[in-house]
């Protein structure tokens, strides 16, 4: 049996965040609404179908998974459209994408950052971390949580620029094949933390974050 080392990682929001966000040349901001499902689906699937959290979380490994993973978020009592964003390349192509919800009243979570790995290295997960904290803020949230592979490098660096900090560490199983989609409120059913054990009081309630 198979484990892969994550990190629940999380920071304080204590005043609306200030940032500037821009995109580079030729790059476009994509909105939420119930039209870009399949869209977003589509950047989780081509970016995470060979990653490690696609064994982690089988949905990520098939397009049908990431869409039933999308529509189930989208259904979440807490799911915050200004949190969600897509971002397009020449208005042609779907590159990257965030999605972001309220675990509770003023907790807010990560759940999946994607960027397609040709558009890696300019700044798009960064635009998209801080279009979404600001959502989450304005949303009511004044702590955020989410969870990262360990290996997982370039995202552990983007998440520490932003004053997260490790709180805590998981070691999640891998699982072979296509998983079911998770469902709200009790975590993520194709993976388990070392324990086995549902969140603990505080921690969110969603299933594990993905970045790549």
């Known amino acids: 049996m198979k484990y892969h ?12 965040p200030g940032w500037e966000v ?28 060979d990653s490690p959290d696609a064994t982690i979380l089988p949905s990520l490994g098939t397009v049908t998974g990431c869409l ?25 192509q779907d590159v990257a994408c965030l999605q972001a919800a309220l675990d509770t009243r003023d907790h807010g979570v990560i759940i999946n950052l994607a960027v397609l790995s040709p558009h890696r290295g300019q700044g798009l997960g960064t635009a998209l971390l801080r279009r979404g904290l600001q959502g989450l803020y304005q949303a009511g949230a004044r702590r955020v949580y989410l969870e990262v592979t360990a290996s997982n490098q ?43 054990a549902p969140a603990e009081a505080g921690e ?9």
């Open 154 to 196: 370039a995202a552990l660096n983007l998440y520490r620029r932003h004053h997260f900090r490790c709180y805590k560490t998981l070691y999640r199983e891998a699982i072979a094949g296509e998983g079911a989609a998770c469902k709200p409120g009790t975590g993520c059913s194709g993976a388990a933390d070392r324990e086995g």
């Open 22 to 49: 821009r995109l580079p040349p030729g790059y476009v901001w994509v909105p939420w609404s119930d039209a870009v499902v399949e869209r977003h689906a589509a950047v989780l699937y081509e970016s995470f179908r």
């Open 204 to 212: 969110p309630s969603f299933p594990p974050a993905t970045s790549n």
């Open 5 to 16: 080392k994550r990190y629940m990682m999380e920071c304080a929001l204590s005043e609306e």
């Open 68 to 92: 039933v993973l999308v529509r189930t978020l989208a259904r979440w009592r807490g799911f915050c459209p200004a949190a969600n964003w897509l971002i397009a390349y020449q208005n042609s």
